[in-house]
């Protein structure tokens, strides 16, 4: 069993930077790829980045490429999504996820946080 909680989210102007991190509980966080997802009000939940359970492999949606990044602190159980560049159609819901292996689909990840409130305002 893995818990997740997300923190960081906010209300930053168009161009500005946040710093999503998802702290998980539990002694196997190494095991888990860790993606983040974000739902935007009437749409459905989408994948924005991913990441291996080493560390070693990472994969970005197109939308975010170039100003996200993804990581994690094994030894402190955490993943990390720095923002940069926000654009107002980044507002959403932001969600951490675990999973067996990296994947882009909601199905592929058996684990999700109470999700994290980032508005970009233009």
């Known amino acids: 069993q893995v818990q997740l909680v997300e923190s960081g989210g906010g209300l930053v102007q168009a161009g500005g930077s946040l710093r999503l991190s998802c702290a998980a509980s539990g002694r196997t966080f190494s095991r888990y790829a860790m993606g983040w997802f974000r739902q935007a009000p009437g749409k459905e939940r989408e994948f924005v980045a991913v990441i291996s359970g080493s560390g070693g492999y990472t994969y970005y949606a197109d939308s975010v490429k170039g100003r996200f990044t993804i990581s994690r602190d094994n030894a402190k159980n955490t993943v990390i999504l720095q923002m940069n560049s926000l654009k107002p159609e980044d507002t959403a819901v932001y969600y951490c996820?675990?999973?067996?292996?990296?994947?882009?689909?909601?199905?592929?990840?058996?684990?999700w946080g109470q999700g994290t409130q980032v508005t970009v305002s233009s």
């Open positions: 996820a675990a999973g067996s292996r990296p994947g882009i689909g909601t199905s592929q990840y058996n684990y």
